[in-house]
Structures are given as structure tokens and as C-alpha cells.
């Protein structure tokens, strides 16, 4: 069974050396509370993760504890002191709101929306409002609704108690100003917001105008306390234009809409580092080369040498024999959600969070050029001059293609001697990076979009022949598109507000519905492989003599492609021979043919040391080919994005539909499977 619960424990400072976790769950909370431990943990909140020596420690305190049962003799013996009870005052309902009103009112600036807390926070504020919240639960929730209804109806008591207390008192507006700002947020009208407010569930729109108003004109005095208070910590950086928010489209003689470019700069503290010098030991963090392609050569020899010879799937299997990674690891859904970036998506929703993020600020740029990103890192360096929380210190900036070119350009046109652009030396803080999401993004796609044509015959295949598969899908389906291809090798092979109330929803299929979807794929790759075994040697290749290079007509695709579709060792000096070995050319009878594509001898193999030395070559020539064409963008390119990189970044959308998968042919599917797997020596 799939491991679900990784850790780490959510108790402060554990330390506890213990591979087996247990979720925090609804039920345990209310165990904890009962047995008195919970509030020693407050903090601990429903979803999270505990070791399994906490979780026995606040949940279970009791177990293996047997009540002490006492006998007559023992009674007489001991000496017992009844106290007379005391008889609690009963209060009556309206009693008890005024109290609640007046807790709240107290508690204003501090909404607490999870049920759990707020019952705690208005029973610890006052006493006589224990038993409140649970005979509001008692009397609205009713007994056989199910525990899921029974958690988000306590939820929605939380609201009606901010509502009532408002209703008694307008200055207890904290919930009702939430829903005006998440409504205002939303694209909501100012009647809309308003219409609210006469029914009692908003604050008026006037209200809300003024609430934001407040918080931009405090942020800027906000962030800069808090980056002079919390200086000596690493921060990470992350600038983008964002678009597409609150644009009109409405056409006009002049434009088809009003969207509005946004360059965002956010941070996020790294609190277990420290803040990194520039110079070190003498020694800069910026490389004096720039970039050094003798230096990555140097890397892929002496430390990948070899690596890219064997297959993804045959590493990975590697990786399982020797005990690097368990079969957890690869947990199906979990890898799926990886580039589905919906924040509602259940399985990523804490990860998600944008707690902890800080806004440095905004403003309108489309960042297409070198000025615009100096412009929009001027908004971290005014705040520097407040803080000087980057003097001298590394700010690394996560940013796109654009961000790597421009802001790179800028530091090297201020390490120039000769420059003739005004560059601010506080740029040189800045690092940019590309994330690893990032970069797994880019290379999926990049895969797809060369091997398109296959890809588009499994999709109509797999999800039907009217739907169509974009030139450009959504990550998440060439994410699935992706998963469901290996899979079904590996089958032939093997045979807060928002955050409270808002629904969220899991991946949308479901592993029975990937399984049959792996199927469908895998009874797929058995045809077109029987294809392809049928047409042997029926593809050719094509000297162009216009470009001098060649091409290769695939004669089951029915397509002609580049050397870039096909492995590595076609794009090399020396292309893989059809049946001899690489390196002595003699009759390839027992070797091992790598996933270049070229082919060796067991014993010419090891004395080129593991590695395919033809392909080592061409990624050597490849290095230096990039590193300096890069180079030359930098130091002597335009600075701006060139109209070709401009349509790079245009994405192709698609329509975001999920397709339907009739489970009930599961069965078929999988019978026509088994009997294809079983006539492949037939072929």
C-alpha cells in the first residue's frame, strides 16, 4: 500500500528520529481536546502531519492506562473530600450574544475562521460562553449528515456567529469586510458589493475602497520594518509580468482590449540561512568568465560521464535495485499534480500557500526589455536604501528566459569596462535563477512539442478521434500525456476566507480512470510498434542540398523530420551504424546498443571507459556553440526581445475540459491487452 503520510512532524522543534507519520485529523483534534493535551499544542492545525511518537503523546495520552477500580475496604480507608457543586448560572441565548458581540469586538483585527479555534478563543475570552458554539452545531447541524458535511457546516457557524455579533455592533465588521475585499477582488460591481451589505453579509463597498487604500498606503512602511528587523536571513526573489487580471475587452479603433502588463516582485524569507556575502575569501560569486563553457565540459566528462548512454527508465530501475528511491517515491498522483497549478487542487493546496510570501511591489511593465527589468528591480533596491538589507549580500531572482537574458546583460554590461549603458552597481546582488518546476516544465514540453505527431495519434486514440490536442496543451496534460506513454511501456514491457470556505478539488482522474487510460495507451504502443516492426528498413534519409543537412522519412509517422526527433547519436559526427559496433566496426552480435542509438561491444564499451565518446563530442560542440552564442546576446545583442523570442513567449491555449472516461470498459480494454501482449511473437 502506498505510504500517504511523509512528515515532517508539525510539532515545534521535534526531534524525534522516527520514519512513521499519522495525519492530524478532525476526529484526533477532538480526542485531544477532550483528554486536555490540545492545548499545550494550539498551533497544530486539522491536515497536518505528526510524528508517530507525538501523535500517541497528544492524541492517545491515555492508551494502556487501566482506570484503578477500588475495593469497599480500600473506599473506607480513604479519605475522600466531596466538594458541594456549585450550580452554573444559566444564561439565556440573547445573554450570551451580547457576550459573544463583545468578545468579538475585543478580538477585532484577529478573524479566526477554523471552528476549532474560534470555539477556544470566544470560551477562553469568557467562560460563560462555553457551550455556545455546540448548541449552535446541536440545533443547525443535523445527525446524519456526513462527517465531511458535519466539518464544513461547523465552518459556516463560525460565519453566522461573526454575522450575529455584527448585526448587535457595526464595529465587529472583520468578517463581513473579508467577504467585501474577497467579492471586490472577485471583479464584483459596487452595487453588487452594496446589495451585499443591505442583506448583511458585506461591508459596504465605500468601506471596502477605504480598507485597501489603508493597506497599500502601510505597505511599503510594512516591508521595510520587517526587512530591517529580519536582515541577516536569505531571501529569494521571484519577478514575472503577470497579465490577463481585470482586462477589459471591449474593442475599440485603437486596441481589442485593455490588459494590463504587471511586473510583480515578491520575496520569500529562507529562515534556516543565513544571508550569503558576494565575495567570499576573496572570491566573487560571479563567475569573471561570465560563463564558462570549458568549465561545464568539464562537469559532463568527469561527472556525467556515461549517464545520458542509459535510458531514463533503466536508470530509474537502477536507482530501485540499489536502494537509492522506494516505490513510493513515484507516487502516481502525486507526480501528476506536479504542473497542475490550480491552488484548489486538494493534493497541493498546503505547498501552495502563500503564506510566509511578501509582496516588494508592482507596476505596469511587460518586461520585454533590459530597462523594463532594471526599472522593476529598482523596486527592491529603493527599499535597500531604506534597509540595506541587500549590502553586499546575494538576492537570488527566480525568473523566466526574459529575466536570464536581460538581467545577466545587465551585469555584464556593469562588470564592462567599456559599457556605454548606466548600470546600478546594487544590480550586481542580484543572481537569476531558473527554479527546477521551471526547468522540468520547459523539457516536457519540449518533448512534446518535437514528438507532436505521436503524441496527437495517442491522444485520439486514448481520449477518442473528434477531440483535439492543442499545439501547445496545458503542462497538466502534457504532463498526463507524458505518464500515460511510460506507463504503458512499462505495462508492454513488464506485462484563510479563500482558503476556510473554498472548495477544493482533487486531481481529476482518478487512478481507477488512469489505469485505464494506461491501458488504452499501452494497447496503443503495441500497435504502432507492430507497425514499425513491420516497416523495417522501409524509412530512408533525405540530403537537403539547399541547407546541406539531412532529414528522415518515417515511414510509419508518414513524416519527415529533423536529426532532433531521432536520438542523439543521428545528430552526431558518426551516426549509429544498423548492425555493427561503433567503435571497432565489426558485426554487433554481442554488445549493447545505448540510447543515443550507437552501439558497442561489451569490451569495446569498457575501453571507452562507459561512455559513448561520439556523442561526447557533439554535446561538447554543442556547449561551446550555446555558451557563446549566449555570450554574444549578452555583450554585444539588442536589448529587447527580438521578435522571434517575442513569439516564443505567446502561448497557445486550450480549452481546460477534462475528458470523460467510461470506467465500465475497463475490462475490455484490458482483455484486448492481454491478448495483443500475447501474439507479439506472432508478428
Not at 506507463?487 to 484563510?496: A, F, L, V
Not at 546498443?593 to 563530442?617: S, T
Not at 486550450?654 to 467510461?662: D, G, P, Q, S
Request: aromatic share 10%; glycine share 4%; hydrophobic share 35%.
Amino acid at each position: 500500500m502506498v505510504q500517504k503520510n511523509y512528515g515532517p512532524c508539525s510539532v515545534h522543534n521535534c526531534n524525534n528520529q522516527i520514519n512513521r507519520f499519522r495525519q492530524f485529523t478532525q476526529l484526533a483534534c477532538e480526542k485531544a481536546q477532550k483528554k486536555g493535551t490540545y492545548e499545550l499544542y494550539a498551533y497544530l492545525r486539522i491536515g497536518q502531519q505528526l510524528c508517530h511518537t507525538h501523535y500517541m503523546s497528544i492524541v492517545e495520552c491515555d492508551r494502556n492506562q487501566k482506570p484503578k477500580t477500588l475495593l469497599p475496604m480500600e473506599i473506607d480507608n480513604e479519605s475522600i473530600i466531596i466538594d458541594e457543586p456549585i450550580e452554573p448560572k444559566n444564561y439565556t441565548f440573547a445573554e450570551q450574544i451580547t457576550m459573544l458581540t463583545k468578545v468579538l469586538y475585543e478580538k477585532r483585527g484577529n478573524i479566526e475562521l477554523d471552528p476549532i479555534l474560534f470555539q477556544q478563543m470566544i470560551e477562553r475570552a469568557n467562560p460563560h460562553l462555553k457551550g455556545l458554539f455546540d448548541s449552535l452545531v446541536k440545533a443547525l447541524i443535523p445527525n446524519n449528515r456526513s462527517e465531511y458535511n458535519k466539518i464544513e457546516a461547523r465552518k459556516m457557524i463560525v460565519s453566522l456567529c461573526y454575522i450575529m455579533a455584527g448585526m448587535r455592533n457595526k464595529f465587529v465588521n472583520d468578517f463581513k469586510l473579508e467577504i467585501g475585499l474577497y467579492l471586490s477582488a472577485s471583479g464584483a460591481t459596487r452595487i453588487a458589493i452594496d446589495t451585499m451589505n443591505s442583506i448583511g453579509f458585506s461591508a459596504c463597498y465605500l468601506t471596502v475602497n477605504n480598507f485597501k487604500r489603508k493597506l497599500a498606503n502601510e505597505h511599503p512602511l510594512k516591508i521595510r520594518k520587517f526587512l530591517s528587523e529580519e536582515n541577516d536571513h536569505l531571501y529569494i526573489y521571484n519577478l514575472d509580468d503577470y497579465h490577463d487580471i481585470h482586462e477589459k475587452r471591449r474593442p475599440n479603433t485603437v486596441t481589442l482590449s485593455t490588459v494590463k502588463h504587471m511586473a510583480t516582485c515578491i520575496c520569500k524569507q529562507v529562515s534556516a540561512c543565513a544571508s550569503i556575502p558576494i565575495v567570499f575569501n576573496n572570491t566573487s560569486v560571479h563567475n569573471p568568465k561570465n560563463i564558462d563553457a570549458s568549465n561545464i565540459c568539464f562537469r559532463l566528462i568527469n561527472e556525467y560521464h556515461g549517464i545520458f548512454d542509459i535510458a531514463y527508465n533503466n536508470r530509474k530501475k537502477q536507482w530501485l535495485t540499489h536502494g537509492r528511491l522506494d516505490n513510493d517515491t513515484f507516487d502516481q498522483i502525486e507526480l501528476l499534480t506536479v504542473h497542475c497549478y490550480d491552488d484548489a487542487i486538494a493534493e497541493r493546496k498546503e505547498e501552495r500557500s502563500m503564506k510566509g510570501v511578501r509582496l516588494i511591489g508592482l507596476q505596469e511593465s511587460n518586461l520585454h526589455s533590459m530597462n523594463d527589468y532594471i526599472r522593476a528591480l529598482k523596486m527592491i533596491l529603493d527599499i535597500d536604501k531604506d534597509t540595506e538589507h541587500l549590502r553586499n549580500k546575494v538576492a537570488p531572482l527566480v525568473a523566466d528566459w526574459p529575466g536570464q537574458l536581460f538581467i545577466r546583460k545587465a551585469i555584464t554590461n556593469l562588470h564592462k569596462a567599456d559599457s556605454q549603458y548606466s548600470i546600478p552597481a546594487e544590480i550586481n546582488s542580484f543572481i537569476p535563477i531558473l527554479g527546477p518546476l521551471h526547468v522540468s516544465l520547459n523539457s516536457r514540453e519540449h518533448v512534446l512539442i518535437i514528438y507532436y505527431t505521436f503524441f496527437q495519434k495517442l491522444f485520439h486514440t486514448v481520449f477518442g478521434k473528434k477531440k483535439v490536442l492543442a499545439k501547445k496543451p496545458k503542462p497538466w496534460r502534457i504532463n498526463l500525456l507524458l505518464d500515460l506513454t511510460y506507463n504503458g511501456w512499462y505495462e508492454r514491457n513488464h506485462c484563510e476566507l479563500k482558503d476556510t470556505f473554498e472548495k477544493t478539488k482533487a486531481y481529476p482522474y482518478k487512478p481507477s480512470s488512469l489505469k485505464l487510460l494506461t491501458d488504452k495507451t499501452a494497447l496503443f504502443l503495441l500497435d504502432y510498434f507492430q507497425e514499425i516492426f513491420k516497416n523495417q528498413g522501409k524509412s530512408k534519409s533525405i540530403k537537403l542540398k539547399k541547407k546541406k543537412t539531412l532529414q528522415y522519412e518515417l515511414f510509419t509517422l508518414r513524416e519527415t523530420v529533423d536529426p532532433k526527433c531521432l536520438p542523439t547519436g543521428y545528430s552526431a559526427n558518426i551516426p549509429p551504424s544498423p548492425d555493427a559496433c561503433d567503435h571497432c566496426r565489426k558485426k554487433l552480435d554481442d554488445g549493447e546498443v545505448l540510447i543515443c542509438g550507437h552501439g558497442y561491444h561489451f569490451e569495446c564499451y569498457q575501453m571507452m571507459e562507459y561512455g559513448c565518446r561520439h556523442c561526447e563530442e557533439y554535446y561538447k560542440r554543442g556547449i561551446y556553440s550555446n555558451v557563446n552564442s549566449f555570450l554574444e546576446r549578452l555583450e554585444r545583442g539588442p536589448n529587447v526581445l527580438t521578435s522571434e523570442e517575442k513569439d516564443e513567449e505567446v502561448p497557445v491555449e486550450e480549452n481546460e475540459t477534462v475528458e470523460e472516461i467510461e470506467t465500465n470498459k475497463s475490462h475490455e480494454i484490458h482483455t484486448k491487452f492481454l491478448n495483443a501482449l500475447n501474439s507479439v511473437n506472432t508478428w
